[in-house]
């Protein structure tokens, strides 16, 4: 196992996932694997229009953070939407046309390019995988299996085993025993008083 972790460039004390031919491969190259199992060709326009936007804000002087904040966006939305990695609806892309002041010669390529990006491709059926799916779903199979929560958290790479168990770890199953235990030692068989 160890020789087979360091023929992967793997260092002994860092976390690992297994690939899908046996071998080892580092969780942080899940990501852009992820980028680029999600990005379909037919999706250059979409990369084409976060270019052009980009361009369109930055001509005003506006960091992505700006941007974001002024329009009341989640910080990384700009960011997505100009990488071309998120679908941009035609009324969000008005707006940002909008906010970015951008003249009329150069709006209709932009729409125009935005009612291209907008169709829907294949790889959006992709879209809820992400690197936090896989995470999870390795602490799930690593709990059924009987692993510690320590021995869980250090394959993920954590710290702190508490973060494992409160973010990773799905709540088990409830204990009927617990249960029956209470209702005993409440005396389930009795019933309250009521009234005076």
Sequence with gaps: ?????????????????????????????????????RFARRQQARRDLGIELAKARRAVRLTQRDAA?????????????ETGRVRVDRTDVATLLDHYAVPAVRRQAIVDLAEVAAAPVDADALSWITSHNFRKTTATILDEAGQSA???AHQLGHA?????????????????GAAEAIQRAMGAGRRPKTGP
């Design 160 to 176: 702190r085993p508490s973060m494992t168990q409160d973010v990773y770890m799905g709540r088990g199953p409830t204990n009927p």
């Design 69 to 81: 904040s002024q329009l009341g966006w989640p910080r990384t939305r700009i960011g997505l939407v």
């Design 1 to 37: 196992m160890l020789r087979a972790r360091a023929a992967h460039g793997i260092r002994d004390h860092e976390p690992i996932f297994c690939d899908a031919l046996g071998g080892h491969r580092d969780p942080s190259n899940v990501r852009r694997e992820l980028r680029e199992a």
């Design 150 to 152: 320590r021995a869980i």
